[in-house]
C-alpha cells in the first residue's frame, strides 16, 4: 500500500516490493527490514488452520540487522547436524536469506535458511496440541485439591473467590476479581488458538463502523482535530471542577493545576523538533486516557486493585533474581537495598527470560497485537506501545529487552519514546521499598499507569515521527537472533550473557555520571563559598530546586510557603533520584509540615525514574542491546530525560484536579524512621 503523503518522494527513491505501512505523512523507510524480498512467515505452532483465518500476518526479516549478534555463531560443523527449513509458507516473498557460517553474515540464497534447533518437542507438541491446550485448561479452570485425604474437585476462580475475596490484602471486595481475570485471559487465549478472531473483530468492526465512524464523519477533516481537543477540555473541567471544594483544593488551586498542564503543553510544542510533523491525535487521545485512567485507578477499587496485582506480579517475577544473588553470597546479601545486589542481578535474570520469550514467540505475538491497536487508537507503533504499557511494572532497562530485536531499526523519535517511557514511571521492583517508607500505594500506582498515556503523547510531541516504522499499523519482526539458538537452554544462556554485558555497562555508566556529577558539586561549593553561599551549599541540586520553583507552583502547589519545599523536592528527584526525595518528604523535618495538597502533588510529581543517574542506565541498556545505535541513544537521552520528568509532572497536574481527600492519602513516618 503507498503513502499518499510521500508518493512523490517514493518516484524519486523507490524502493522494490516495499512492504508499507498505514501511517500518513512520514518519509518511506529504507531500512531493508521492509524489503519484502527479506522477509518470511512462520507457520504459528499453535493455531489451527482454522484459527488462522483473518488474523493479521506478522512477517518476519532476515540480515538485515548490520551489527554484530548477541548471540554467537554456530561453528559449521554443529549448525548443519540437524538442518531443519523455516516453514515459509504461502506468502513467502522472493528469496529467503541463509547464515554464511564462514563470513558471518547474511546473503540472499536459493534454498531455505537452516535451523538449528531439532524441533523433536515441538513436532510432538503440534501433533497433539489440542490435548495440551485441553489439559491447561482443565489445570487452570478445575484443579484437585489434597484435603483431609480426600480429592476435591474445584472450580479455580471460584475457590479464589471463597477462600480469598474476603481475606484479599488489597481489596475485600474484589479479591475474585484477579484470579478470575486470569483464569478468563488463559480460557480466551487457549480458545482463539481453534477459533477464528473474526468472530469477535467482525461485530466490532460492524458496530464501530456504523457508529463512531458516521458520526465522526460528519465532520470536517479540519474541524475533527479541534472538535477532539474541545472534548478533552471539557472532561478535564468537568472531571476537575465538579467535585466539591476541601480545604486547600479549592477550585482556584485546581484552575492552577489546570493552567500549568497547559503551560507543559505549551512549552512542549514550542521546543518541538518539527512541529508541522506533531500527530495532534496522539497527543490528544494520550491526555484523554492518562485522564481516565486516573478516574478509573484513584476514583475505582477495581481499577487499584487490578494494577496493584499486575505490580505485584511483575515484582515476584524480578524477586526471584535475589534466590540467585543468596545462593552466591548469603541470604542476608539482598535485603541490603544495595545497587549493585538488588538491581542489577534482576536485569540479568530478566534479560535472560526475555531471550527465552523470544525464542518460544511469545513477544512476538504480543507486540503484533499492540502494533496493530495501538496505531488505531494512538498512531503510534507496536514497539513504542510495549515499552510504555510495560516500563511501570519492570522498569526501564528490562523493558527496553523486550523490543530487542526491534532497536537497531527504531526511528529516531522511536528511541527518544522507549526512553521517555523509561524515564516517566517508576517500577513495581521498587513500590515495596516506597510504600515502606510510608508513601501511599495507591498514589504510586495511579502514577505509574497513568504514565503510559502521558509519555507517549509528551514524546511525541515533543519528538515527532517523521518517519515509516516496523510496527505501526503491521508488524515486520528481525529475527536474526531468534533461531541461532538450538534450544530453550540455549536461548537462555544466551540472554544471561547479554544481561551481564547490560548491567557492567550499566555499572559503569552510573559510575562515571555520578562521580562527574560530584566534581560539579565540589568546583561550585568551592566557587560558592567566594560568593558567602554555605548555608546551604552552593550545588547542582540547589540550583535545580530554584529552578523548580515556578514549576512547584503551575502543578497547583498552595502558595503557603510549600513552593519553595515543593521544588526542591523535584530538585532533588532530577538531580539524585526519586528514592532520597521521597525519603526527605516521609522523614526529613523540614517537610513534616507541608499541607495535605503539596504532599499529594509531591508524591506525583517525584514518581519516574527521571534523573542524571538513570542516564548511565537507559544509554548502558539500549547501548549493549544495539551498540550501532549508541550515538543516537546519546544524542537524545537528555531531550527523553526532560520529557520524561515533564510526563510524571503532568500527573501530578492531573491529581491535584482529582483528589479531593489528600490527608486520607499521606501519613508520614516519624523523622529518622
Not at 480458545?191 to 457508529?211: G, Q, R, S
Not at 491526555?287 to 505485584?312: D, N
Not at 548511565?616 to 520528568?645: E, F, K, Y
Request: charged share 15%; glycine share 8%; aromatic share 10%.
Amino acid at each position: 500500500m503507498a503513502i499518499s503523503d510521500s508518493a512523490a518522494a517514493a518516484k524519486e527513491h523507490p524502493i522494490p516490493q516495499h512492504n508499507a505501512s498505514e501511517q500518513h505523512g512520514v518519509a518511506q523507510n529504507n531500512d531493508p527490514a521492509l524489503n519484502t524480498a527479506h522477509e518470511h512467515t512462520h507457520r504459528h505452532l499453535h493455531h489451527s488452520t482454522a484459527a488462522n483465518q483473518g488474523r493479521e500476518q506478522t512477517e518476519y526479516s532476515k540480515g538485515t540487522t548490520h551489527e554484530d549478534s548477541a548471540i554467537p555463531s554456530q561453528d559449521p560443523h554443529h549448525h548443519n547436524v540437524h538442518p531443519r527449513p523455516i516453514p515459509n509458507g504461502p506468502s513467502s516473498k522472493g528469496s529467503t536469506a541463509v547464515a554464511d557460517t564462514e563470513k558471518g553474515n547474511f546473503s540472499p540464497d536459493n534454498r531455505s535458511d537452516e535451523d538449528p534447533r531439532t524441533h523433536t518437542l515441538s513436532s510432538f507438541y503440534q501433533k497433539y496440541r489440542v490435548y495440551f491446550h485441553l489439559f491447561l485448561w482443565l489445570f487452570f479452570t478445575g484443579f484437585v485439591h489434597l484435603l483431609h485425604s480426600s480429592l476435591r474437585l474445584r472450580i479455580w476462580w471460584i475457590a479464589g473467590l471463597i477462600l480469598h475475596g474476603r481475606k484479599d490484602s488489597l481489596s475485600s471486595r474484589t479479591g475474585w476479581l484477579k484470579p478470575f481475570l486470569l483464569w478468563l485471559v488463559i480460557t480466551l487465549r487457549l480458545l482463539f488458538f481453534y477459533v477464528p478472531i473474526t468472530i469477535i473483530t467482525k461485530p466490532m468492526h460492524f458496530v464501530w463502523n456504523n457508529t463512531a465512524v458516521k458520526i465522526v464523519g460528519f465532520v470536517p477533516n479540519k474541524m475533527r482535530t479541534p472538535a477532539g481537543a474541545v472534548i478533552v477540555v471539557a472532561v478535564l473541567l468537568i472531571g476537575g471542577f465538579a467535585s466539591q471544594e476541601t480545604v486547600d483544593n479549592t477550585r482556584d488551586n485546581r484552575a492552577v493545576s489546570l493552567f500549568g498542564l497547559a503551560v507543559i503543553i505549551f512549552v512542549l510544542w514550542a521546543t518541538s523538533r518539527n512541529r508541522r510533523a506533531i500527530k495532534w491525535h496522539t497527543v490528544i487521545v494520550g491526555m484523554f486516557v492518562q485522564f481516565i485512567v486516573a478516574l478509573f485507578v484513584l476514583r475505582s477499587g477495581v481499577g487499584y486493585s487490578i494494577f496493584s496485582f499486575v505490580s505485584e506480579l511483575a515484582t515476584d517475577l524480578l524477586g526471584f533474581a535475589n534466590q540467585g544473588t543468596s545462593f552466591l553470597t548469603n541470604p542476608t546479601v539482598p535485603k541490603l537495598g544495595w545497587f549493585i545486589v538488588s538491581v542489577l542481578p534482576a536485569i540479568i535474570f530478566f534479560v535472560a527470560f526475555v531471550q527465552l520469550l523470544y525464542y518460544w514467540g511469545t513477544l512476538q505475538w504480543f507486540i503484533q497485537k499492540f502494533a496493530v491497536f495501538f496505531f488505531w487508537s494512538m498512531r503510534v507503533s507496536g514497539a513504542e506501545a510495549v515499552v510504555a504499557a510495560a516500563s511501570p511494572f519492570i522498569g526501564q532497562g528490562e523493558s527496553a529487552m523486550l523490543i530487542k530485536p526491534f532497536v537497531a531499526h527504531l526511528t529516531q523519535a522511536e528511541l527518544h519514546q522507549v526512553m521517555t517511557s523509561g524515564f516517566a514511571t517508576i517500577a513495581g521492583s521498587v513500590l515495596v521499598a516506597y510504600i515502606a517508607l510510608g508513601v501511599n500505594g495507591q498514589a504510586l500506582i495511579s502514577s505509574c499507569v497513568m504514565s503510559i498515556p502521558a509519555s507517549l503523547a509528551i514524546s511525541k510531541l515533543r519528538y515527532p515521527e517523521t518517519q515509516e516504522t516496523l510496527t505501526t499499523g503491521r508488524c515486520v519482526i528481525p529475527d536474526d537472533d531468534e533461531h541461532r539458538a538450538a534450544n530453550s537452554l540455549h536461548a537462555f544462556a544466551n540472554g544471561a550473557w547479554l544481561g551481564l554485558k547490560i548491567a557492567g555497562m550499566i555499572f559503569a555508566t552510573l559510575l562515571c555520571i555520578i562521580a562527574f556529577l560530584g566534581l560539579v558539586d565540589g568546583l561550585l561549593t568551592w566557587w560558592g563559598r567566594y560568593l558567602n553561599i554555605n548555608d546551604p551549599p552552593l550545588t547542582v541540586e540547589l540550583v535545580v530546586g530554584y529552578i523548580c520553583y515556578p514549576i512547584a507552583f503551575l502543578l497547583g502547589v498552595p502558595r503557603n510557603g510549600d513552593v519553595l519545599k515543593v521544588g526542591q523536592l523535584i530538585g532533588t528527584k532530577l538531580i539524585l533520584n526519586e528514592f532520597v526525595a521521597y525519603t526527605n518528604l516521609q522523614t526529613d523535618p523540614a517537610y513534616a509540615d507541608l499541607s495535605p495538597r503539596s504532599r499529594l502533588i509531591a508524591t506525583y510529581a517525584l514518581c519516574g525514574f527521571a534523573n542524571i543517574g538513570s542516564l548511565g542506565t537507559q544509554i548502558g541498556v539500549l547501548s549493549q542491546i544495539s551498540p550501532s545505535r549508541s550515538g543516537d541513544v546519546s544524542r537524545l537521552a537528555v531531550s527523553a530525560l526532560i520529557a520524561g520528568a515533564l510526563s510524571t509532572l503532568t500527573s501530578a497536574s492531573i491529581a491535584g484536579l482529582l483528589v479531593t481527600d489528600q490527608a486520607a492519602f499521606f501519613t508520614p513516618s516519624a523523622p529518622g524512621g
